[in-house]
């Protein structure tokens, strides 16, 4: 099937406009008789369903969390970006647009990406009249700070917890809809197959975790808003739960899956500390607003901290991208991170971590505060007890959080960090409407490929959740379901809906019956272990294609050894694991293969074999110059289809921080 | 930080479903680090119970940093254990030492009733969000958001309430299973706002009726669901709670 993203025709900065003004309606009446199934409760997923239920769809959500307002987008911490120009700095929709593409190393849709810049201000107005507590200035205004890949402030936050008060807003909305009437709510589900009646997506099978049953769903469309699929790494800032089999599913149903090797590895993780670690935690990209990041100069220099002079010491992002400084996208934060680590200049006992300084800023605002006080010659002790204060009004959580996990006290020491795998830019394709390759199926949020390119820019996952689920796809279900107002609910006896269902209970049945000796667990450990190694920071071909021989040795392993005890009739935490993993396996593979296919390195997919002279990823416009969309056909079988991106308005040139 | 391993004894409460009637488990764990998180040490122990063909220990986690609320454990009595606003997840297993015995129950209230194991329902705090946990604006009639400023200090005491992550240890160690702690939070959330105000009085009294109704028990201000709240929110917000209430059913405004 020849792939076409329904990019409107006209001016880059009318599309979105022209778009709107001319979708397909569905009136109200026949609105109440259109089903939608959502899965996923994060920020795609609640707004969504939020708003779905307010226009009048009869919308069921699904999660597999206890309840709508755990789902992992409410652990994303420094901020929201938005194009409002608060702070007078010169930006606009289209430097938003700009960064975005830039920063995604020009691997990303345009006109998707402008539609997100053009909606961005919208978000945190409706954020606000939800009463989402958003950080503010004295006189009574939105206060807004920096984030990597940019010259301006743009992100709005609450504390470290922005994604939490975010969410909170989106779960509340949806939580009256469900007091309404207007949202049925399925927690504790795990969707486990999509339903395809004559080629459309019709329904889901579900399974109650709790009760053990599997269930059959209807929907006149199917939504999938899942998160994203770090977890392949068994490592990573992900939540435990978070997990690839919502769109795994739409993907051997029929859904391309979009770029899968676009993986983010965020800078700023508190390191690991040994083979029990069974996640990582992230330090928001935001305390590279204030923290300065070094290393000794000297190759294994054991000395603290402290002990160890400035002119000893190598600030080597100021020093390599003196424009942006500390404030380089992610990829190049990290890529800079493990060079140094690997030349020997790491710190910590394991030498794989850097510090975060926050020694500079402590000072330099204390010696504000005091200026405030009237004192223009403070003690330095003075100027940091004050500093400090400052400091934790800013990033308390944070550092308490630092503290809890490592027992160390990050005001008086740095903090180490090093990187970690985050976010996945790659997902299901979709095309501008946000629908798969399957009719009906759609995919928001992290679970899609489309907004950032090979990376993203932080601040940018939230402003993408809500972009999609409070103002893009309340517009294009509506040009979908304007055709399907005749189509009567199809009664879940349908032999589809039957088939589905014994498919889903015979792999069930399938893997219950294993009765092995390894842990489910463990299994995952070692496929997190060939990724992270193999199609990790740095990938070749060499690697990949061990990798993908691995990893197909490991499926074997675990379709014929893995343990999992208990029964299927109930709450059982490890068939719901055995499942995921399952999936993850199979994901594992393609990701290798992604990767080998794409010789060149972009944004957070770096080949070793390309490169330029300063060590900085080099693309080959020439040759990858598209998104790879990924066909299933059959285990280990996949057939790759190409979406030429063709840039209107950017002009992909090397990306440059210096 | 020097880092040491241990031997530790655990007595986990195991139950196999709602109708079960559950009981003490005895468990020896060895060689557990002080790096650990207290979650992680449960890995390892069920790591063991898979591998001597037993059933792993169910229980509630999914961040793991302390911000989803999914964690729940009461443990040697107090819900989240020893460390002050500290979630299960985020306890690390410094704060044990070779030898100790640990006592670990699931959530333990009416509206709260046990799934499996230490996994408790708490959709009852879903419900109560239902009954006007909000304010009542659809997508899309939102104005630009600096025409509202919105005094600083209000703001932050707004989201200071907001930061409650629906955990429900306040409810686990009040002796009555209040749920006031919770509920407040997210009155005093809203209430703090002027955006929450048309719906003031409604929201209080609403909520407060569906606490009730989910057999919550009353406040009787022992506060220790201030002391065990891992999100540090206060008992002040209990008493504009109950101000505002006072307000709302004095005042006839309309409901
Ligand atoms: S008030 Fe505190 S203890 Fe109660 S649910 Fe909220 S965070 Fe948990
Ligand atoms: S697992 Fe999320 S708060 Fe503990």
Redesign the pocket.
């Given at each position: 099937m020849p792939l076409n993203s329904k990019i409107p025709a006209g001016q880059m900065a009318q599309k979105w406009t022209d778009y709107k003004d001319h979708c397909k309606l569905v009136n109200p009446a026949n609105k109440r008789n259109i089903e939608v199934i959502i899965v996923g409760t994060g920020l795609a997923g609640a707004s969504a369903a939020a708003s779905l239920g307010e226009m009048g769809y009869k919308v069921k959500a699904f999660c597999f969390q206890d309840s709508a307002r755990r789902a992992h987008s409410i652990a994303a911490q420094g901020g929201i970006n938005a194009a409002k120009n608060y702070q007078n700095d010169g930006d606009s929709t289209f430097r938003l647009f700009y960064d975005t593409i830039k920063g995604g190393d020009y691997r990303a849709r345009e006109a998707n990406v402008h539609r997100l810049a053009e909606v961005s201000a919208n978000i945190i107005d409706q954020c606000v009249a939800q009463g989402v507590p958003f950080a503010r200035e004295y006189g009574g205004l939105l206060s807004n700070r920096s984030f990597g890949g940019t010259q301006v402030q743009r992100t709005f936050y609450a504390a470290g917890q922005t994604g939490q008060q975010l969410l909170i807003g989106a779960y509340q909305a949806l939580e009256r809809q469900i007091a309404l009437g207007n949202v049925t709510m399925y927690d504790r589900h795990e969707m486990l197959d999509i339903v395809k009646i004559d080629g459309k997506a019709r329904g889901i099978i579900a399974r109650d975790l709790v009760s053990g049953k599997l269930e059959r769903h209807f929907g006149h469309a199917v939504l999938l808003a899942s998160g994203g699929y770090g977890n392949v790494f068994y490592l990573s800032t992900n939540a435990m739960g978070s997990n690839v089999t919502a769109a795994w599913k739409a993907h051997k149903k029929g859904a391309y899956f979009g770029n899968p090797c676009y993986t983010q590895i965020h800078p700023t993780c508190i390191p690991v500390s040994g083979d029990h670690q069974s996640k990582l935690t992230l330090m928001s990209e935001s305390l590279r607003n204030d923290g300065r990041i070094w290393v000794p100069k000297k190759q294994n220099d054991t000395r603290k901290a402290k002990d160890i002079p400035e002119d000893e010491r190598d600030y080597y992002l100021e020093r390599r991208y003196p424009a942006f400084g500390n404030l380089v996208p992610r990829d190049v934060a990290s890529r800079a991170a493990k060079e140094r680590c690997d030349a020997g200049y790491g710190v910590g006992t394991s030498k794989q971590a850097v510090f975060l300084d926050f020694a500079a800023a402590i000072e330099r605002y204390g010696r504000i505060e005091c200026n405030k006080q009237g004192d223009h010659n403070p003690a330095l002790d003075k100027a940091i007890t004050l500093g400090k204060e400052v400091v934790k009004e800013k990033y308390g959580n944070l550092f308490d959080m630092y503290e809890k996990i490592t027992g160390e006290n990050p005001y008086e020491m740095p903090m180490r960090i090093y990187p970690a795998v985050h976010y996945t830019m790659g997902g299901i394709w979709v095309d501008y409407e946000l629908m798969t390759t399957v009719p009906g199926l759609y995919a928001l949020g992290e679970a899609n490929f489309s907004d950032h390119g090979a990376n993203r820019l932080g601040a940018s996952a939230l402003m993408q959740g809500l972009a999609d689920g409070y103002f893009v796809i309340p517009y294009t279900i509506g040009n979908y379901l304007a055709d399907d107002i005749r189509t009567k609910a199809i009664p879940t006896d349908h032999p589809e809906f039957v088939k589905a269902e014994q498919e889903v209970a015979d792999r069930i049945n399938k893997l219950m019956s294993i009765q092995g000796t390894e842990s489910v667990e463990s299994m995952h450990k070692r496929l997190g272990k060939i990724m992270w190694e193999k199609c990790g920071m740095a990938r070749n071909a060499k690697g990949l294609q061990e990798a993908i021989t691995e990893i197909q040795a490991l499926r074997k392993e675990f379709w014929s050894n893995v343990r999992i005890p208990g029964s299927a009739d109930g709450m059982n935490t490890e068939l719901d694991k055995a499942n995921r993993v399952a999936d993850f396996i199979e994901l594992g593979e393609l990701m290798c293969k992604d990767a080998l296919n794409r010789e060149e390195s972009c944004g957070g997919h770096f080949r070793e074999e390309s490169q330029t002279d300063e060590g900085e990823a080099k693309r080959d416009d020439e040759k990858f110059m598209y998104v790879s969309a990924w066909e299933y056909k059959d285990i280990s079988n996949w057939e790759l289809h190409k979406e030429a991106l063709d840039y209107e308005i950017m002009h992909p040139t090397q990306r440059s921080y210096k | 930080m020097e880092h040491y391993n241990m031997n530790l004894t655990l007595k986990v409460w195991r139950q196999k479903n709602a109708q079960d009637k559950g009981g003490f488990e005895t468990y020896q764990v060895k060689d557990i680090s002080s790096e650990m998180s207290f979650l992680e040490m449960f890995d390892v122990l069920n790591e063991q119970l898979i591998n001597e063909g037993k059933e792993p220990i169910t229980f509630d986690h999914d961040c793991r940093e302390g911000i989803c609320?999914a964690c729940s454990m009461h443990i040697n009595g107090q819900a989240h254990g020893p460390w002050a606003q500290t979630t299960t997840c985020q306890l690390h297993m410094r704060a044990y030492k070779d030898g100790d015995t640990i006592v670990v129950e699931p959530w333990r209230a009416k509206a709260f009733p046990v799934i499996k194991d230490l996994m408790v329902d708490r959709r009852a705090f879903d419900r109560i969000i239902q009954a006007g946990g909000y304010i009542s604006v659809d997508t899309g009639n939102a104005q630009d958001a600096n025409n509202l400023p919105i005094n600083k200090d209000k703001a932050d005491e707004s989201f200071a309430a907001a930061a409650?992550?629906?955990?429900?240890?306040?409810v686990a160690s009040c002796k009555n299973s209040s749920a006031m702690?919770?509920l407040s939070?997210k009155v005093a959330h809203l209430a703090l706002l002027p955006q929450g105000e048309p719906e003031r009085m409604s929201r209080v009294t609403n909520m407060v009726d569906q606490m009730d109704k989910e057999g919550f028990g009353s406040c009787t201000n022992t506060e220790a669901?201030e002391a065990?709240?891992?999100?540090g929110?206060s008992v002040q917000n209990i008493r504009r709670l109950n101000s505002e209430y006072i307000r709302s059913v004095f005042s006839g405004d309309d409901k």
């Open positions: - | 609320g409650c992550i629906g955990c429900g240890a306040c702690l919770f939070a669901c065990e709240c891992p999100k929110i």
